[in-house]
């Protein structure tokens, strides 16, 4: 059997964390979903830092708030090799708290 194919406990054939994957894919659509209603006048940004680069441009928005994701996702993947469990418990509560403080930041800010 090929090394390729072999998936190690919680990584994916191409050896990132479900949970890194997980994580990207939440941020990415964060990102596009936060554009489009900017765009659409149907919200507003929270993150005051994150709202200052919007008035700059959408793309250095975009640079910043996926180059933390993969900066986020490098330590994790980098630190996974010494202590897994610690980094897949880490990693599974910033999913729940992301999806949690996303949905409640939302409703606060757009719905009030």
């Not at 999806?99 to 939302?106: E, K």
């Amino acid at each position: 059997m090929k090394t390729s194919q072999v998936s190690a406990g919680n990584r994916t054939d191409i050896g990132i964390s479900r949970e890194s994957i997980t994580i990207l894919a939440i941020c990415t659509l964060d990102l596009l979903s936060t554009i489009w209603l900017l765009a659409a006048g149907l919200a507003r940004e929270a993150n005051p830092l994150m709202a200052r680069l919007l008035e700059h441009s959408t793309a250095l928005f975009c640079i910043v708030k996926m180059g933390t994701v993969f900066c986020l996702i490098a330590a994790t993947e980098w630190y996974k090799r010494y202590n897994p469990d610690f980094v897949r418990t880490v990693m599974r509560t910033a999913i729940f708290a992301y999806l949690i403080l996303y949905v409640v930041l939302v409703l606060r800010i757009n719905l009030v």
